[in-house]
C-alpha cells in the first residue's frame, strides 16, 4: 500500500480501500488490528551508538593515535609536563568531537516535534480527539484552520482549506487543497492538492480526508529516514590533517632512525643517541598541531559569531574556504518569505508600489510620478475592496526572546500571507483596517473556494450596501459587465476586456501573483441569498500584482561570490517562472544557465543530469529526494557545496553537503540541527562573511604548519647533517625540547589569529582535493627548513673549530642560532610571497610572542641556575651579531631572492 499514487485514486475507491464511509469513519474494534499491522503513528529511529562508544569512538582518528604515541615518548624522557599537555589536548578535542556529534542525533528528535500531538477523527459514527500517534490508516481525520496534519491524509472533501507547506516543499504561499482526484502519477508535492501531508499546518478553512500513510511511510516520514541514512561528508581541513599526520610520522620516524643509526656508526654513545633519537621524534611530530588548529577555528568562531554566522563543528568553517557552489533556497534566504504588492493596474494605468516585506511604509508612482492614493478615487476603490474582503490583520511584532530574535518594530501578518500582503498595501495609503471596518459594517461572507477561485464580502454603512470581491483576475472579468476606465464605469465591451487580459498576462510574465478587485452596489430590497448572485454583474476596479521579494543585499553578495569564483544555484518548491524571475533580478541566472523543474528532473537519468549539472542555476518544484540528488550530483562533479534552507525538506541535503547552512529565525530545529552553520539573521549576505573568514583560517593553518614544519626540518638536518659528518651533538636533547617548545607554542598560536590578506574574496576556491602542501608549500618548507639547519651546523662548526676545548658553548651557539632563525622564519611564513610582502608589525600578537620567546631564550643562557640544566654558557655581544646574521640568512635571502623575480611589488610599495 506504501507505493499507491494515492493522490490518482478516486475518493469513492480510496474509502472502498480501507472500509470505511464518511458517516462512520472506522469501526472501533478494527483499530486494535490496524495498530499490530501498521504500528504507531510516530517516527523511528534507528539505533544509535551510546554515549560512552560515542565518546570512545573520538580515540580512533589518526592524529590522535600519534599524540597518544609522542604522549608515551614524553613520560619515557621523563617530560611530564609535555605529556599532561598532550593529553589535555586529547581529551579537549574528543570531548568537542563528542558533543557535535551527540547534539546531531537531536536531528530525528526536532523532526519528532513536528507531528500534531492530537488529531479529531471519527471512529464508529462520532468525533472523538485521540492522541495522533494513535492514528491509523483508514481513520477519516478532520482538519479545521490552525491543525497541524497528523499524517498523510487523501483529502474527500475540502472547503476553502489552505495548507502552508514551505517547511515540506518550500513553497511560499499556502496551498488551495481540493478533493478531485490529479490523473498525473509523477508530480511534486506541492502539486498534489487532494493530499494533506504529516507535519503541515492548516492555515485557513476545513476538511476530511482519509489517513492512507502513517508513520515512516508519511513524506516526514520518508526526509526521518533520508537524515538517518545520509552519511556527513568529512571536511578537507579533516582529510588534510589526516594525511599531515602519516606524512609527519613517517619521515620523522625514518629521519629518526636514521641519525641515530649514524651517529652510533660515528662512535656515539648509543644511550646517547638513543635519547636524542627520542628528542627529534618528538620535535619532528608538532603535537601542538591540533590545538593550535582548534584554537583558530575557535578565534574564527568567535569572529563570525560578531558577523552573525554561529557554528555548529569546528572543522566546518574552514571548508567554506573551498566552497565552489552554494545551493541557496529561495523561500526565507534569497527572498524575504513576507509577500507584497508591487505592481497594481488601475484605470487602465500601471502604478508601482515601493516598499518591501510588511513595514507599512511605502509610495505610489505612475509614470515616475507620485500619485496620491487619497485624490485617486480608483486607487482609493481598490484598496478599501483589499481590506474589506479580507480575513488577515496587521500587527506590530515587538521582538521575540532568545538568540534568534527580531528587532522591536518589525511588522508581521496574523492570517493568509496574501491577504497580509493587501493589508500592508492599504496601510502604505493610509488606508487602516481596523478604522475601516468602524466605517463599513460586514454583513456575510462566501469564503474563497478553488471552484469559484474568488472571495465575497456583504459590507454596508448606513443606507449603503456593497459586495467586495476578490480573486483571480481572469474568473473574475467573466462576472464583470462594467470596469472603471478614465475616472468613469462605463461597459466592459470586448476591447476592453481583451486589454485587461493583456494586462494580466503581463503581469503573470514577471512572475507576480495577480488578484482581480470588483464591486457591486445593491439596492435597498436586494437580497443576496448564494455566491452566485454575489458574483454576477460586478464592476471591475483593477489587479494587484505580488511576489515575495528577493533580499535588498543579496545582489550585492552573489556578485561578491562570483568575484570569488563561487556559483550559487537556487533550489525552490515555488513555480518555475516565479523562481526564473527572482533567479534573473538577483543575477544568478546568466543568459547561457538552464532551468530544471521537479518532473525534468525526475525524468533525466543520472548520465544525462551529470552531463547538465554544471549548466542548471534553478531548480523548481523540487522535492526532498531531489535536493539529495542534486547535491551528489554536484559533489561527483568534484564540486565543494553549501547547502542552505530553513525547512525540514532541506534537512537531509543540508546534512550530505560539505557544509550545511540553515536560517536562525525562520529555520525549523530541523534544519538547524542538521547544518554545520546556522545563520542568526537569516541573512545570505552573512555567508560571504563566512566565506571569507574560512579562507583567512585555512590560509593561517597552513602559514603555522609551514611554519612548525620548516622549523621542525631544520632540527632534524642540524643533527642529521652532523651525524653525517662524524661531529659531535650540536644540540643535546634538553635542548631540542626547548627548542620545541619555545617556538611551537606562541609564535605558532599567534599565526593563527594573522588578519587575512587583502585579495583573499578575489581569489578562486582553492582545489578541495589539493594536499596540505600544494602551490609551493612543500618547497617553502623543504628550503627554508634546508637553510635554517644548514646555518645552525655553520654557527656550531664555526664556534667549535674556534674553540675545540668548549663543546657547550659550540651547542649553545648553535642552539640560540636555531631558536633566532625561527623566530625569524615566522614572519615570513605570513605570506606565500616574501617577508617583504606583508606590514612586520600588523600582527601584534604575532611581535609579542617573538619577543616573549626570544626573552625565554635569554633566560636559560643567562641565568645562572639554569645553565647546567640546558647545557648553556653566556654569550657575548659578537657572539649574538653571528647568531642573528646566520638566523636571517634563510628568511632574508629568499625575500630578496622574491623581490628580484618580482620587482613590480616593490616599486607598488615605494609609489605608495
Request: proline share 4%; hydrophobic share 45%.
Given at each position: 500500500?506504501?507505493?499507491?499514487?494515492?493522490?490518482?485514486?478516486?475518493?469513492?475507491?480510496?474509502?472502498?480501500?480501507?472500509?470505511?464511509?464518511?458517516e462512520?469513519?472506522?469501526?472501533?474494534?478494527?483499530?486494535?488490528?490496524?495498530?499490530?499491522?501498521?504500528?504507531?503513528?510516530?517516527?523511528?529511529?534507528?539505533?544509535?551508538?551510546?554515549?560512552?562508544?560515542?565518546?570512545?569512538?573520538?580515540?580512533?582518528?589518526?592524529?590522535?593515535?600519534?599524540?597518544?604515541?609522542?604522549?608515551?615518548?614524553?613520560?619515557?624522557?621523563?617530560?611530564?609536563?609535555?605529556?599532561?599537555?598532550?593529553?589535555?589536548?586529547?581529551?579537549?578535542?574528543?570531548v568537542?568531537?563528542?558533543?557535535?556529534?551527540?547534539?546531531?542525533?537531536?536531528?530525528?528528535?526536532?523532526l519528532?516535534?513536528?507531528?500534531?500531538?492530537?488529531?479529531?477523527?471519527?471512529?464508529?459514527?462520532?468525533?472523538?480527539?485521540?492522541p495522533?500517534?494513535?492514528?491509523?490508516?483508514?481513520?477519516?481525520?478532520?482538519?479545521?484552520?490552525?491543525?497541524?496534519?497528523?499524517?498523510?491524509?487523501?483529502?474527500?472533501?475540502?472547503?476553502?482549506?489552505?495548507?502552508?507547506?514551505?517547511a515540506?516543499?518550500?513553497?511560499?504561499?499556502?496551498?488551495?487543497?481540493?478533493?478531485?482526484?490529479?490523473?498525473?502519477?509523477?508530480?511534486?508535492?506541492?502539486?498534489?492538492?487532494?493530499?494533506?501531508?504529516?507535519?503541515?499546518?492548516?492555515?485557513?478553512?476545513?476538511?476530511?480526508?482519509?489517513?492512507?500513510?502513517?508513520?515512516?511511510?508519511?513524506?516526514?516520514?520518508?526526509?526521518a529516514?533520508?537524515?538517518?541514512?545520509?552519511?556527513?561528508?568529512?571536511?578537507?581541513?579533516?582529510?588534510?590533517?589526516?594525511?599531515?599526520?602519516?606524512?609527519?610520522?613517517?619521515?620523522?620516524?625514518?629521519?629518526?632512525?636514521?641519525?641515530?643509526?649514524?651517529?652510533?656508526?660515528?662512535?656515539?654513545?648509543?644511550?646517547?643517541?638513543?635519547?636524542?633519537?627520542?628528542?627529534?621524534?618528538?620535535?619532528?611530530?608538532?603535537?601542538?598541531?591540533?590545538?593550535?588548529?582548534?584554537?583558530?577555528?575557535?578565534l574564527?568562531?568567535?569572529?563570525?559569531?560578531?558577523?552573525?554566522?554561529?557554528v555548529?563543528?569546528?572543522?566546518?568553517?574552514?571548508?567554506l574556504?573551498?566552497?565552489?557552489?552554494?545551493?541557496?533556497?529561495?523561500?526565507?534566504?534569497?527572498?524575504?518569505?513576507?509577500?507584497t504588492?508591487?505592481?497594481?493596474?488601475?484605470?487602465?494605468?500601471?502604478?508601482?508600489?515601493?516598499?518591501?516585506?510588511?513595514?507599512?511604509?511605502?509610495?505610489?508612482?505612475?509614470?515616475?510620478?507620485?500619485?496620491?492614493?487619497?485624490?485617486?478615487?480608483?486607487?482609493?476603490?481598490?484598496?478599501?475592496?483589499?481590506?474589506?474582503?479580507?480575513?488577515?490583520?496587521?500587527?506590530?511584532?515587538h521582538?521575540?526572546?532568545?538568540?534568534?530574535?527580531?528587532?522591536?518594530?518589525?511588522?508581521?501578518?496574523?492570517?493568509?500571507?496574501?491577504e497580509?500582503?493587501?493589508?500592508?498595501?492599504?496601510?502604505?495609503?493610509?488606508?487602516?483596517?481596523?478604522?475601516?471596518?468602524?466605517?463599513?459594517?460586514?454583513?456575510?461572507?462566501?469564503?474563497?473556494?478553488?471552484?469559484?477561485?474568488?472571495?465575497?464580502?456583504?459590507?454596508?454603512?448606513?443606507?449603503?450596501?456593497?459586495?467586495?470581491?476578490?480573486?483571480?483576475?481572469?474568473?473574475?472579468?467573466?462576472?464583470?459587465?462594467?470596469?472603471?476606465?478614465?475616472?468613469?464605469?462605463?461597459?466592459?465591451?470586448?476591447i476592453?476586456?481583451?486589454?485587461?487580459?493583456?494586462?494580466?498576462?503581463?503581469?503573470?510574465?514577471?512572475?507576480?501573483?495577480?488578484?482581480?478587485?470588483?464591486?457591486?452596489?445593491?439596492?435597498?430590497?436586494?437580497?443576496?441569498?448564494?455566491?452566485?448572485?454575489?458574483?454576477?454583474?460586478?464592476?471591475?476596479?483593477?489587479?494587484?500584482?505580488?511576489?515575495?521579494?528577493?533580499?535588498?543585499?543579496?545582489?550585492?553578495?552573489?556578485?561578491t561570490?562570483?568575484?570569488?569564483?563561487?556559483?550559487t544555484?537556487?533550489?525552490?518548491g515555488?513555480?518555475?517562472?516565479t523562481?526564473?524571475?527572482?533567479a534573473?533580478?538577483?543575477?544568478?541566472?546568466?543568459?547561457?544557465?538552464?532551468?530544471?523543474?521537479?518532473?525534468?528532473?525526475?525524468?533525466?537519468?543520472?548520465?544525462?543530469?551529470?552531463?547538465?549539472?554544471?549548466?542548471?542555476?534553478?531548480?523548481?518544484?523540487?522535492?526532498?529526494?531531489?535536493?539529495?540528488?542534486?547535491?551528489?550530483?554536484?559533489?561527483a562533479?568534484?564540486?565543494?557545496?553549501?547547502?542552505?534552507?530553513?525547512?525540514?525538506?532541506d534537512?537531509?541535503?543540508?546534512?550530505?553537503?560539505?557544509?550545511g547552512?540553515?536560517?536562525?529565525?525562520?529555520?525549523?530545529?530541523?534544519?538547524?540541527?542538521?547544518?554545520?552553520?546556522?545563520?542568526?539573521?537569516?541573512?545570505?549576505?552573512?555567508?560571504?562573511?563566512?566565506?571569507?573568514?574560512?579562507?583567512?583560517?585555512?590560509?593561517?593553518?597552513?602559514?603555522f604548519?609551514?611554519?612548525?614544519?620548516?622549523?621542525?626540518?631544520?632540527e632534524?638536518?642540524?643533527?642529521?647533517?652532523?651525524?653525517?659528518?662524524?661531529?659531535?651533538?650540536?644540540?643535546?636533547?634538553?635542548?631540542?625540547?626547548w627548542?620545541?617548545?619555545?617556538?611551537?607554542?606562541?609564535?605558532?598560536?599567534?599565526?593563527?589569529?594573522?588578519?587575512?590578506?587583502?585579495?583573499?574574496?578575489?581569489?578562486?576556491?582553492r582545489?578541495?582535493?589539493?594536499?596540505v602542501?600544494?602551490?609551493?608549500?612543500?618547497?617553502?618548507?623543504?628550503?627554508?627548513?634546508?637553510?635554517?639547519?644548514?646555518?645552525?651546523?655553520?654557527?656550531?662548526?664555526?664556534?667549535?673549530?674556534?674553540?675545540?676545548?668548549?663543546?657547550?658553548?659550540?651547542?649553545?651557539?648553535?642552539?640560540?642560532?636555531?631558536?633566532?632563525?625561527?623566530?625569524?622564519?615566522?614572519?615570513?611564513?605570513?605570506?606565500?610571497?616574501?617577508?617583504?610582502?606583508r606590514?612586520?608589525f600588523?600582527?601584534?600578537?604575532?611581535?609579542?610572542?617573538?619577543?616573549?620567546?626570544?626573552?625565554?631564550?635569554?633566560?636559560?643562557?643567562?641565568?645562572?641556575?639554569?645553565?647546567?640544566?640546558?647545557?648553556?654558557?653566556?654569550?657575548?655581544?659578537?657572539?649574538?651579531?653571528?647568531?642573528?646574521?646566520?638566523?636571517?640568512?634563510?628568511?632574508?635571502?629568499?625575500?630578496?631572492?622574491?623581490?628580484?623575480?618580482?620587482?613590480?611589488?616593490?616599486?607598488?610599495?615605494?609609489?605608495?
Amino acid at each position: 500500500m506504501s507505493k499507491q499514487k494515492w493522490h490518482t485514486i478516486p475518493k469513492e475507491l480510496i474509502l472502498k480501500e480501507f472500509h470505511v464511509t464518511e458517516e462512520q469513519g472506522l469501526r472501533n474494534d478494527a483499530i486494535h488490528k490496524l495498530m499490530e499491522k501498521y504500528g504507531r503513528n510516530q517516527l523511528e529511529q534507528k539505533q544509535s551508538m551510546s554515549p560512552i562508544s560515542l565518546f570512545l569512538d573520538q580515540f580512533k582518528d589518526f592524529m590522535v593515535l600519534v599524540l597518544l604515541v609522542a604522549t608515551l615518548i614524553s613520560g619515557l624522557l621523563g617530560e611530564y609536563t609535555d605529556a599532561i599537555t598532550i593529553i589535555a589536548i586529547v581529551i579537549m578535542n574528543a570531548v568537542l568531537g563528542f558533543v557535535q556529534e551527540f547534539r546531531a542525533e537531536k536531528s530525528l528528535q526536532a523532526l519528532k516535534e513536528m507531528a500534531a500531538p492530537h488529531a479529531r477523527v471519527i471512529r464508529s459514527g462520532k468525533v472523538t480527539s485521540i492522541p495522533a500517534v494513535e492514528v491509523v490508516p483508514g481513520d477519516l481525520v478532520l482538519l479545521e484552520s490552525g491543525d497541524r496534519v497528523p499524517a498523510d491524509i487523501r483529502l474527500i472533501k475540502t472547503y476553502a482549506l489552505y495548507i502552508e507547506e514551505s517547511a515540506l516543499t518550500g513553497e511560499s504561499v499556502p496551498v488551495n487543497k481540493q478533493e478531485d482526484v490529479i490523473p498525473y502519477e509523477d508530480i511534486p508535492l506541492g502539486d498534489q492538492k487532494n493530499m494533506a501531508f504529516m507535519g503541515t499546518l492548516v492555515t485557513r478553512g476545513t476538511g476530511v480526508g482519509v489517513v492512507v500513510e502513517t508513520g515512516m511511510n508519511t513524506e516526514m516520514g520518508k526526509i526521518a529516514d533520508l537524515i538517518q541514512s545520509t552519511e556527513e561528508v568529512e571536511t578537507p581541513l579533516q582529510r588534510r590533517l589526516e594525511q599531515l599526520g602519516k606524512i609527519l610520522i613517517i619521515i620523522s620516524l625514518i629521519l629518526t632512525a636514521l641519525v641515530v643509526v649514524t651517529g652510533i656508526w660515528h662512535g656515539h654513545n648509543a644511550y646517547a643517541m638513543f635519547l636524542a633519537g627520542v628528542s627529534l621524534a618528538v620535535a619532528a611530530i608538532p603535537e601542538g598541531l591540533p590545538a593550535i588548529v582548534t584554537v583558530a577555528l575557535a578565534l574564527g568562531v568567535q569572529r563570525m559569531i560578531k558577523r552573525k554566522a554561529i557554528v555548529r563543528k569546528l572543522p566546518s568553517v574552514e571548508t567554506l574556504g573551498c566552497a565552489t557552489v552554494i545551493c541557496s533556497d529561495k523561500t526565507g534566504t534569497l527572498t524575504q518569505n513576507k509577500m507584497t504588492v508591487t505592481d497594481l493596474w488601475i484605470d487602465g494605468e500601471e502604478i508601482k508600489v515601493t516598499g518591501t516585506g510588511y513595514v507599512p511604509s511605502g509610495e505610489f508612482f505612475l509614470r515616475s510620478n507620485k500619485v496620491n492614493p487619497e485624490r485617486n478615487v480608483p486607487l482609493k476603490q481598490l484598496l478599501e475592496i483589499s481590506v474589506l474582503c479580507n480575513n488577515a490583520q496587521l500587527v506590530e511584532d515587538h521582538g521575540k526572546k532568545g538568540f534568534f530574535k527580531r528587532s522591536k518594530g518589525d511588522w508581521d501578518i496574523q492570517g493568509d500571507p496574501t491577504e497580509g500582503a493587501l493589508v500592508v498595501l492599504a496601510a502604505k495609503a493610509n488606508i487602516h483596517k481596523k478604522e475601516l471596518e468602524q466605517l463599513w459594517v460586514r454583513k456575510k461572507e462566501f469564503p474563497f473556494d478553488s471552484s469559484r477561485k474568488m472571495m465575497s464580502v456583504i459590507v454596508e454603512k448606513k443606507d449603503q450596501r456593497f459586495v467586495v470581491v476578490k480573486g483571480a483576475p481572469d474568473v473574475l472579468l467573466d462576472r464583470c459587465s462594467s470596469i472603471i476606465l478614465n475616472g468613469h464605469v462605463m461597459s466592459l465591451t470586448p476591447i476592453i476586456k481583451n486589454q485587461v487580459k493583456l494586462a494580466i498576462e503581463k503581469m503573470a510574465s514577471r512572475a507576480l501573483r495577480n488578484l482581480g478587485f470588483a464591486y457591486k452596489e445593491l439596492t435597498k430590497g436586494e437580497v443576496i441569498v448564494s455566491e452566485e448572485d454575489a458574483e454576477k454583474n460586478l464592476t471591475f476596479v483593477g489587479i494587484a500584482g505580488m511576489i515575495d521579494p528577493p533580499r535588498e543585499e543579496v545582489k550585492k553578495a552573489i556578485q561578491t561570490c562570483k568575484n570569488a569564483g563561487i556559483k550559487t544555484v537556487m533550489i525552490t518548491g515555488d513555480h518555475q517562472t516565479t523562481a526564473e524571475a527572482i533567479a534573473k533580478t538577483l543575477n544568478i541566472l546568466p543568459p547561457h544557465g538552464l532551468t530544471v523543474n521537479g518532473q525534468d528532473l525526475y525524468n533525466m537519468s543520472n548520465t544525462e543530469f551529470m552531463e547538465k549539472v554544471d549548466d542548471i542555476y534553478v531548480y523548481a518544484r523540487v522535492s526532498p529526494e531531489h535536493k539529495l540528488r542534486i547535491v551528489k550530483a554536484l559533489q561527483a562533479k568534484g564540486h565543494v557545496v553549501a547547502m542552505t534552507g530553513d525547512g525540514v525538506n532541506d534537512a537531509p541535503a543540508i546534512k550530505a553537503a560539505d557544509i550545511g547552512i540553515s536560517m536562525g529565525i525562520t529555520g525549523t530545529d530541523v534544519s538547524k540541527e542538521a547544518s554545520s552553520l546556522v545563520l542568526s539573521d537569516d541573512n545570505f549576505a552573512t555567508i560571504v562573511a563566512a566565506i571569507e573568514e574560512g579562507r583567512g583560517i585555512y590560509d593561517n593553518i597552513r602559514k603555522f604548519i609551514r611554519y612548525l614544519l620548516a622549523s621542525n626540518v631544520g632540527e632534524i638536518l642540524t643533527m642529521f647533517f652532523a651525524m653525517l659528518m662524524g661531529l659531535p651533538l650540536p644540540l643535546v636533547p634538553i635542548q631540542i625540547l626547548w627548542v620545541n617548545l619555545v617556538t611551537d607554542g606562541l609564535p605558532a598560536m599567534a599565526l593563527g589569529v594573522d588578519p587575512a590578506e587583502e585579495d583573499i574574496m578575489n581569489r578562486p576556491p582553492r582545489d578541495s582535493k589539493e594536499n596540505v602542501f600544494a602551490r609551493g608549500l612543500g618547497w617553502k618548507i623543504i628550503s627554508r627548513g634546508f637553510l635554517i639547519g644548514l646555518v645552525t651546523l655553520g654557527v656550531f662548526w664555526l664556534t667549535w673549530q674556534t674553540e675545540p676545548e668548549n663543546l657547550i658553548k659550540a651547542q649553545t651557539m648553535a642552539f640560540s642560532t636555531l631558536v633566532m632563525a625561527q623566530l625569524i622564519h615566522v614572519f615570513d611564513c605570513r605570506s606565500d610571497k616574501s617577508v617583504f610582502h606583508r606590514n612586520l608589525f600588523e600582527n601584534k600578537y604575532l611581535v609579542f610572542a617573538a619577543l616573549s620567546s626570544l626573552l625565554l631564550l635569554l633566560g636559560v643562557i643567562y641565568i645562572e641556575p639554569l645553565q647546567p640544566i640546558f647545557r648553556t654558557v653566556s654569550l657575548t655581544l659578537s657572539d649574538w651579531v653571528l647568531i642573528t646574521i646566520a638566523g636571517a640568512i634563510p628568511t632574508v635571502g629568499f625575500g630578496l631572492a622574491n623581490l628580484i623575480y618580482h620587482p613590480k611589488f616593490l616599486m607598488k610599495k615605494v609609489s605608495n
